[in-house]
């Protein structure tokens, strides 16, 4: 099994940034995408970016432009840098990884983190 460990949240500014880690241990070799998810209140949870092991990315409309996800396959970790922070982007944000036919769809991912919260303020 794969465990999944994230970090880097935090209370934020509009317009401000933030850098989410997530790291992995156990099978990685389960996990040919990674991606980070998340969930607002009484939202339901959406899949804004995903990196194959290749590095071929994909972003949410939402994001596109604001976050950009990477990979350090040394180190069994992906970021999730997000800049042009909005009051919207605040959500619990949640690693995930495994082997999706679609990278963007949320329910094909085998592993999940905990989660880690991020706030926007106005």
């Known amino acids: 099994q794969v465990q999944l460990v994230e970090s880097g949240g935090g209370l934020v500014q509009a317009g401000g940034s933030l850098r989410l880690s997530c790291a992995a241990s156990?099978?990685?070799?389960?996990?040919?995408?990674m991606g980070w998810a998340r969930q607002a209140p009484g939202k339901q949870r959406e899949q804004v970016a995903a990196i194959s092991k290749t590095g071929a990315t994909h972003y949410g409309d939402s994001v596109k432009g604001r976050f950009t996800i990477s990979r350090d396959n040394a180190k069994d970790t992906w970021y999730l840098e997000m800049n042009s922070l909005k009051p919207e982007d605040s959500a619990i944000y949640y690693c995930?990884?495994?082997?999706?036919?679609?990278?963007?769809?949320?329910?094909?991912?085998?592993?999940w983190g905990q989660g880690t919260q991020v706030a926007v303020s106005s």
């Open positions: 995930n990884g495994g082997y999706p036919m679609n990278p963007m769809a949320l329910l094909e991912y085998h592993f």
């Open positions: 156990g099978s990685i070799h389960l996990l040919v995408t």
